[in-house]
């Protein structure tokens, strides 16, 4: 009876174990904007070398970044809308979130064989 118990606590173990290791590697692979440490980069999307703008002004931070690749204008954006409000984001209309005190607008065009996603992130208004 014991050496039953004991290979399902180890099998519940090991389980476990998996379970965590491959959360772990899943969120290792994730890449995130330049100068947006928590905005994900979705998967399928390449950063453009160079783009990054970062700049502190007195009433915040102004982000700009792109990112291309050969995905629908509507994936980027049923990614973005699911995937912002986990992060304390609420959509403010098509394309734009509000967190705190800070906007951040996807400006997503079509190009053949994919899109452009432009990534600017600025102080929320008055």
Do not use: N
Not at 8 to 15: E, N
Not at 77 to 102: I, S
Request: glycine share 10%.
């Amino acid at each position: 009876m014991m050496t039953g118990i004991r290979r399902r606590w180890k099998t519940g173990a090991l389980a476990f174990l998996l379970t965590v290791a491959t959360a772990a590697a899943g969120a290792a692979d994730t890449a995130f904007v330049s100068g947006i440490d928590d905005l994900p980069l979705m998967a399928g999307l390449v950063e453009q070398p160079g783009s990054a703008l970062v700049f502190d002004s007195p009433s915040g931070r102004i982000v700009e970044s792109e990112a291309s690749g050969a995905l629908s204008r509507a994936e980027v954006m049923a990614f973005y809308v699911a995937t912002l409000p986990e992060l304390g984001w609420h959509r403010q209309g098509e394309a734009a979130f509000a967190r705190q005190r800070e906007t951040l607008t996807l400006e997503i065009a079509e190009r053949p064989g994919g899109v452009v996603v432009r990534f600017v992130l600025s102080p929320a208004g008055p």
